[in-house]
């Protein structure tokens, strides 16, 4: 019986080690997985071909060695792009296991193999972003834990401005526009503010909130062919962290290396945005028309009543005229009828020869006598 248990404490001895190692290895995995446990999240900006891809990636963490990874992909309509003409918009989830060593992290397969604790709010993985970027082979992804956990809906409602002084030095398009922002009916309205394009739609949509990211995401429905842009708000301000929808173009600003840098639009009023074109407001009150036509001056010279008489001298109509008076002819009784022009002056002249023919016979006949 002793050689028995002489022979078998060795064993019983290794069996209790490999317990002992096996609880201790476990209450220290579970000590070390309570310090990473929680959402982490990252907006990711890349390109394909010319064509701008949006990936918004959330990490979270059970604390007991599990994790859940879901990525949200978006590429905005191209028509120019034979590929993505339409645009494309998918979202991929996997979940796995991973280790702690201290700040280290070892997934257990899947699409990531390596990690890092940063600090308290901070982790950074290394794998595949999606399998959508494969391709492009593993790389680091830092994301971020929001200090509460959670995000408030704090949005405000109204009208906000984007200005040329808003886009950073990189833009090489700079379009002023208004962001109307009804939290009511949970929509985005975009419209141009450039001067004479009468607050033109350049993008409408709804907007859903996700309080693990504080990110706001709209989903445009009319006036663009872009499927969706996201922003956050704070400080009165709302700041694009994909790009925003212009009509047909994407406001799409990039670092050297192909990053997205945001661009913020401020609140200006809780009002409506005004036509630029309007005609100026006029005044409440109109001048007083007078009541009565203004009175003529006395001594205005009156209107004739009657129209002027025609002169009783002016001469009628030649068919009607009576014959004319004649007059006695020069030198002597007989009267002459009058004459006109040249043969006015010939009976003149005939009738002088025959007055004074007349006047010589008599002196002749008072001297016969």
Do not use: W
């Amino acid at each position: 019986m002793k050689l028995i248990f002489k022979k078998a404490l060795p064993m019983l001895l290794a069996i209790a080690l490999i317990v002992g190692v096996a609880v201790v290895k476990a209450n220290a995995e579970t000590v070390k997985s309570d310090a990473l446990t929680g959402s982490y999240s990252a907006i990711v900006e890349k390109s394909a071909m010319g064509n701008p891809i949006t990936y918004t990636c959330k990490m979270d963490f059970d604390g007991n060695g599990g994790y859940t990874y879901s990525v949200h992909i978006f590429i905005p309509a191209n028509p120019d792009s034979p590929m993505f003409g339409e645009g494309y918009e998918d979202t991929e989830t996997e979940s796995g296991s991973y280790e702690l060593d201290g700040s280290s992290i070892a997934f257990g397969g899947g699409s990531f193999d390596t990690g890092v604790i940063v600090d308290e709010n901070t982790v950074s993985v290394h794998g595949y972003i999606s399998s959508f970027a494969a391709m492009s082979g593993m790389e680091d992804i830092t994301l971020t834990k929001s200090a509460g956990e959670t995000y408030e809906d704090a949005l405000r409602a109204g009208t906000y401005y984007l200005g040329v002084e808003d886009y950073p030095e990189e833009a090489m398009m700079k379009v002023p526009a208004y962001i109307i922002i009804n939290t009511e009916e949970r929509t985005l309205d975009t419209r141009d503010a450039r001067e004479g394009k009468d607050l033109a739609p350049k993008g409408f949509g709804n907007y859903e909130f996700d309080e693990t990211t504080g990110i706001y995401t709209v989903t445009y429905t009319e006036h663009t062919q872009a499927t969706s842009s996201s922003f956050t708000f704070a400080d009165d301000a709302i700041t694009f962290v994909t790009p925003m929808a212009f009509g047909m173009a994407l406001i799409n600003i990039t670092d050297e290396d192909g990053n997205f840098i945001p661009y913020s639009a401020h609140f200006v009023s809780e009002e409506p945005p005004v036509q630029p074109t309007e005609a100026p407001v006029e005044p409440t009150e109109a001048p007083v028309e007078p009541t009565e036509a203004p009175v003529q001056p006395t001594n205005a010279p009156a209107e004739p009543t009657e129209a002027p008489a025609e002169p009783t001298n002016a001469p009628a109509d030649p068919t009607d005229a009576p014959a004319p008076t004649q007059q006695p002819a020069p030198g002597g009784d007989t009267p002459g009828a009058p004459a006109t022009g040249g043969a006015s002056a010939m009976i003149a002249g005939i009738a002088m020869l025959v007055g004074a023919g007349s006047a010589i016979a008599a002196r002749k006949n008072r001297k016969n006598r």
